[in-house]
């Protein structure tokens, strides 16, 4: 159980394109929603929290507008990346956790490799 | 600014033996969790200890908690080659309700 899935697990784009990452959760309903970015050899780091049904949270120096998430059902979040450029290419992992449960229990997805030209 | 720092960053070791990974962390938690990550691929959760815990053991996996000290170690004992990967504590603040990744810990294990 509590199985979280991404696709596309890769892409490459050409510079200035969009690209849509999906995250979901196969086997139980995501109350919230967490997008990480990792760097080759790096961390992970958090770049926004989404809940079902209202507007992401984005932690301090993403841009939203770039980086745009949509969590429209309890098992579906997007992220796309607009206008993409060379510096975007990197490793978004997406994960998920049930919060009338508890947010410190989060089930990743298997990331998705982006690389734009 | 992240939370964890890990030391080693990176360690190599012999098959069979043992190995220990650290991490520190800045500011009170809830609870710390380490992950395991293979080569461009997602993450698998080890274990969680509650920060009233002073440690935890799953399989060959022993896990402590100082919170006077704030830091944690992973211990793998009996090493495989399978076990290699990168490692990352992670903490969780309740008031944040968010992990905080550590910086990892890439492990080798050799034949």
């Known amino acids: 159980g509590a199985v979280v899935s991404q696709h596309p697990s890769r892409v490459i784009c050409k510079s200035g394109t969009s690209v849509k990452i999906e995250c979901r959760s196969l086997?139980?309903?995501?109350?919230?929603m967490f997008w990480y970015r990792q760097f080759p050899k790096q961390s992970l780091m958090l770049m926004a929290t989404s809940n079902e049904g209202s507007k992401a949270t984005y932690e301090q120096g993403v841009e939203k507008d770039k980086f745009l998430i949509n969590h429209a059902s309890l098992t579906l979040s997007t992220l796309t990346v607009t206008s993409a450029h060379p510096e975007d290419s990197s490793f978004y992992i997406c994960s998920a956790s049930v919060a009338f449960v508890s947010t410190d229990t989060q089930y990743f997805g298997p990331g998705t490799r982006l690389t734009v030209l | 600014s992240q939370q964890g720092e890990e030391d080693p960053q990176a360690l190599s070791i012999q098959e069979g033996e043992n190995a220990t990974m650290n991490c520190s962390y800045k500011t009170s938690i809830n609870n710390l969790q380490w992950y395991r990550q293979n080569s461009g691929r997602g993450l698998v959760h080890l274990i969680l200890i509650r920060s009233n815990e002073r440690e935890k053991h799953s399989g060959r996996l022993r896990v402590t908690l100082d919170t006077s000290k704030k830091s944690s170690s992973l211990l793998i004992t009996a090493s495989r080659a399978a076990d290699t990967a990168s490692y990352f504590c992670?903490?969780?603040?309740?008031?944040?309700?968010?992990?905080?990744f550590g910086t990892g810990t890439r492990l080798q294990v050799m034949l």
């Open positions: 992670a903490v969780y603040t309740g008031t944040a309700s968010k992990l905080t």
């Open positions: 086997d139980f309903q995501a109350t919230t």
